[in-house]
């Protein structure tokens, strides 16, 4: 199905519950639509939420009401029946609210433009937690429900972790390069995953946020502006070109990490072998003899000593199910071997 707008949209949810998607329009439009798998979607309501575009929408109080943010840095409340105002906050951040994410079921939080990041309790209409986390616009956030922390990502590069127990900002890793510009929580909370703004994914172990533990570059042309977890092993992305990706496996990415390693592994061998090379040349060749069987066993004992490593680390039952071509690595080896044999070094 397909949905015409009119109007540039700038985001998108749907009604936990019923078959309602609403969307905030660059005008500062608030649309509602139903929809059905047999029938043309219908609008069902459309408000002139803000005076500006209408960043963010959320569906809170389990879908009674629709949350909305926007540059003129208002929050503003919306019944899904009526379409009446139920609460607005004109000044409910310094500079313009370009996030908001359900927390609980009567919390909520928002990011803004300068980095700011605010939890508000839906009944009370006020603000419960307050971070100043980043230095530029915040891009996306998630929440980690059993140790009640929020996650945020930011233009500056940074990925933090808001303690909403100890309110106050617990760790934040390094500065990057690359915009962070979306974040999700996979495997069962151990691992935290971030787009960035030219294609990559940049991983993180829970815990140990300073630096990311893996980084998959690559994986597309083109910044990966959004991530959609599907269970916790598998992602969906969406790109600025308007295409969305289904099925980035971790597992994917835990063999992207074996093949970019043993790239790697590849030119160093190449490289310690020209070295060896040299040396050989300079000894005579009753000295080479006994020096090439020494550097040909340790050298082969290293790869397969890393291989082994990345079988346990990964838990594949074999590497050649995944790369068959991981045999080529030590065939530089025999080659070694064989040129010795023939006369290569005399």
Not at 240 to 254: A, D, F, P, Q, R
Request: net charge neutral; glycine share 6%; aromatic share 8%.
């Amino acid at each position: 199905m397909e949905i015409n707008l009119g109007h540039l949209a700038f985001d998108i949810d749907f009604h936990p519950s019923q078959q309602l998607v609403t969307t905030g329009l660059i005008n500062g439009d608030l649309h509602l639509y139903r929809y059905t798998s047999d029938s043309v979607p219908q609008r069902v309501l459309e408000v002139h939420a803000h005076s500006e575009s209408c960043r963010a929408v959320r569906f809170i109080n389990n879908g009674q009401a629709i949350l909305t943010g926007s540059p003129d840095c208002s929050i503003l409340a919306t019944d899904v029946e009526t379409g009446a105002s139920i609460a607005r906050l004109d000044e409910a951040h310094g500079s313009a609210v370009n996030k908001l994410i359900n927390l609980t079921e009567s919390t909520v939080a928002s990011g803004d433009d300068e980095g700011c990041i605010k939890v508000w309790d839906t009944r009370q209409q006020s603000c419960c937690n307050t971070f100043k986390a980043h230095e530029e616009y915040i891009s996306d956030m998630t929440f980690a429900a059993d140790s009640m922390k929020l996650l945020g990502t930011s233009g500056d590069g940074t990925l933090s972790v808001c303690n909403l127990r100890r309110n106050k900002v617990q760790a934040q890793s390094e500065f990057s390069e690359e915009e962070l510009l979306s974040v999700v929580i996979m495997k069962n909370g151990r691992k935290v995953v971030c787009s960035s703004h030219i294609g990559n994914l940049l991983l993180y172990s829970w815990g140990c946020f300073k630096d990311c533990s893996d980084r998959f570059v690559d994986l597309s042309p083109n910044s990966v502006d959004v991530l959609l977890k599907l269970d916790e092993d598998r992602l969906i992305t969406g790109s600025e070109t308007g295409l969305i990706s289904y099925g980035i496996w971790m597992n994917y990415c835990k063999v992207l990490q074996i093949h970019q390693g043993l790239k790697q592994l590849q030119r160093t061998a190449i490289v310690t072998i020209w070295i060896w090379i040299r040396i050989l040349r300079s000894l005579t060749k009753v000295q080479r003899r006994k020096m090439q069987a020494k550097i040909v066993f340790r050298e082969v004992q290293m790869i397969f000593l890393l291989i082994y490593r990345w079988r346990v680390e990964y838990g594949f039952s074999t590497l050649v199910r995944h790369f068959s071509w991981t045999n080529k690595i030590p065939i530089v080896y025999v080659n070694f071997i064989m040129c010795g044999r023939e006369g290569f070094f005399i």
